[in-house]
């Protein structure tokens, strides 16, 4: 029992010297707004994927067509999904199916590029979504 008094204030005093907070690079609020087809999406999903694979992704919900993320700075990939009932009924599962309808182009095989910076007024990026790509003959 003696041997464990000592364990409880060295872990306190090794947290109290390394830090227990969360590390890594700084990150800065980016904002924006995103339509398709001329109108902000209901609800969706926004992730900003680090164009080098260094640093990990940040991703946010889209709420009638905004949004709003901490992410660290540098060049960012930017994917955006939405889905959508498509009318059929599953009857395993008693509920109607949702299909993606934001076309590749912005999300699994995304052009969609920003720059975040420590600038905060440089950080509002919005993305005017339009229809998919015609397939190449």
Not at 48 to 70: C, L, M, S, W
Request: some cysteine; proline content about 10%.
């Amino acid at each position: 029992m003696m041997q464990r008094v000592w364990i409880f204030p060295a872990l306190l005093a090794l947290f109290a010297i390394t830090g227990c907070g969360p590390g890594g690079p700084a990150e800065y609020s980016v904002t924006g707004m995103v339509n398709f087809e001329g109108a902000p999406i209901p609800e969706g999903d926004i992730i900003f994927e680090p164009a080098d694979g260094k640093t990990q992704h940040r991703a946010t919900k889209i709420v009638n067509g905004r949004y709003e993320v901490a992410v660290p700075p540098g060049p960012k990939v930017v994917k955006i999904m939405a889905t959508k009932e498509d009318g059929v009924r599953d009857k395993v599962m008693n509920m109607v199916a949702r299909r993606q309808y934001i076309p590749p182009q912005y999300n699994a095989q995304s052009e969609l590029k920003a720059e975040v910076t420590s600038d905060s007024l440089k950080n509002h990026f919005d993305f005017n979504l339009g229809p998919a790509k015609p397939a190449a003959p």
